[in-house]
């Protein structure tokens, strides 16, 4: 695909620019996401969340300039084991709500965390999964059937 090609090439000029040299960079045409390895742990382990939010919010100004296709960026993994995590989560309120049947609030979340459960719980004929709240304290509650 040209575009991601040459979205490929922009976000290595940005991690560049942005000081890193040890990094890789693929992209997943299936998923539309970039993955980005950077091997500079020590600023990451303490700046990854604002970095993260900055590269994608760099991307996503690019992407529209040129009409890219959105993608997702996850750097260090960080994305795919949130994703994890948010999922495990679900799982194990599921089961409390099924053993209990007493619905459950989970913190907030953003948008597509609150996806990631209800697509995981979907197909679960007992349980129920709505989102409650506004803004920043939007939250999935899990409801016994």
Same mark, same amino acid.
């Given at each position: $695909?040209?575009?991601?090609?040459?979205?490929?090439d922009t976000i290595k000029a940005l991690i560049e620019?942005?000081?890193f040299r040890d990094y890789s960079v693929s992209y997943d045409e299936e998923k539309r996401r970039f993955s980005i390895l950077i091997e500079d742990g020590k600023f990451l382990e303490k700046n990854l969340q604002g970095f993260i939010a900055d590269l994608n919010y760099l991307v996503k100004l690019i992407?529209?300039?040129?009409?890219?296709?959105?993608? $997702?960026l996850d750097v260090n993994n960080?994305?795919?084991q949130r994703e994890d995590l948010i999922v495990e989560l679900a799982k194990a309120a599921a089961r409390k709500v099924a053993a209990t049947q007493t619905e459950i609030s989970l913190p907030p979340m953003n948008a597509y965390e609150r996806r990631l459960i209800h697509a995981e719980l979907a197909e679960r004929?007992?349980?129920k999964t709505e989102s409650k709240g506004e803004g920043k304290e939007r939250a999935v509650v899990i409801k016994p059937l």
């Open positions: $695909m040209e575009n991601s090609l040459s979205l490929n620019k942005m000081g992407t529209k300039k040129y009409d890219w296709e959105p993608v $997702m960080y994305r795919r004929p007992d349980l």
